[in-house]
């Protein structure tokens, strides 16, 4: 969801390498030698279809082209669905929004600012950046970042990837979701929502457990490994308490019941959408494709094919 650029300290020997775009002819490679990824769906009502694919928000380079079925389904598409076009001005703007007065002087009082930011330091992102953004926001942002020790970047985020490709071959871009619906999520409704965000982002990050969980994501999605995917909740080690169960209702059930009706709505409108958003959203009896199924669409798994 934020992607940031750490080329400017990647020469300190504890900083990752920096993202870098690979030149012409290793596209072309990738072009035609790309395998099909993560998952893709095509789901059919009313005469016509559209595709769910569920991506990763940090990836490898060698990842950046999709397959050739992934990329059938695009071009076979009139519009492209992100949960957030990330290039919109309002974007960027949204999430660096200072946080509330009295959450800051807890945050700060409470010392978990200054564990953020510590975390960021390491990271070889200058923490003075976010000096007056949201704590929970400069959070997220680290979970995103330690992956990069595992050669899975922000930068190559399938999403922003194919939301570049969508300009380029002039497809409309639709955002399911508002930035300032993601911001909250990440702030939290409550004080003791963000106080939990970022303690378990620092134990997690800390302890290279969330390291771990990103690997056996990345895994999971370069092997297109669906039943691993429709069993998360028996791996993720996410849901032990009940404050991390509320939260996984929030981050996922709570926004695929949005997702799943805003894409019927513009599919019954006659619009055939590429849909592409994080693959947890696909997961389960409470994810995008059996949403969709219950809402009278044929659900048909492309990849992995049956």
């Known amino acids: ?47 016509h279809s559209s595709w769910l694919y569920g991506t990763l928000h940090v990836a490898k ?6 397959g ?14 992100l949960e957030l076009d990330l290039n919109a001005p309002e974007t960027a703007t949204s999430l660096r929004q200072p946080e509330d007065a009295a959450r800051w002087a807890h945050l700060v009082q409470s010392g978990r600012k200054a564990k953020v930011d510590a ?22 942002g680290v979970e995103a970042l330690s992956a990069r020790g595992d050669g899975y970047y922000p930068d190559y985020a399938v ?32 004080q003791a929502d963000e106080d939990a965000f970022i303690d378990d982002i620092v134990k997690g990050v800390s302890s290279g457990k969330t390291q771990a969980e990103n690997r056996r994501l990345a895994e999971m999605w370069a092997s297109s490994d669906v039943k691993r995917l429709d069993a998360y909740r028996d791996w993720c080690d996410c849901l032990n308490t009940a404050q991390e169960r509320r939260f996984m209702s929030r981050l996922l059930d709570d926004r695929n019941v ?16 590429f849909v592409a958003v994080g693959s947890l959203h696909m997961a389960g009896p409470k994810g995008l494709p059996a949403l969709l199924r219950e809402d009278g669409f044929t659900v048909q798994q492309i990849v992995p094919a049956l």
């Open 258 to 273: 949005g997702m799943a009706a805003k894409i019927a709505k513009i599919h019954e409108n006659g619009t055939s959408l």
């Open 1 to 47: 969801m934020l992607v940031f650029c750490a080329g400017a300290f990647a020469q300190a020997p504890r900083c990752p390498a920096a993202a870098s775009v690979p030149d012409k002819a290793r596209m072309g490679q990738m072009f035609r030698t790309a395998p099909d990824r993560g998952f893709l769906w095509k789901v059919t009502k009313d005469g």
């Open 159 to 190: 999403d922003a990837v194919l939301q570049g490709m969508a300009g380029s071959l002039k497809k409309p871009l639709i955002g399911l979701e508002t930035v300032q619906m993601q911001r909250d999520l990440l702030i939290g409704p409550e």
């Open 61 to 66: 380079q060698d990842w950046l082209m999709p």
């Open 68 to 81: 050739p079925l992934t990329r059938a389904a695009i071009l076979h598409s009139n519009e492209v669905a």
């Open 119 to 140: 975390l960021m330091d390491q990271q070889c992102v200058p923490s003075a950046a976010f000096a007056h953004v949201a704590v929970g926001v400069e959070a997220a």
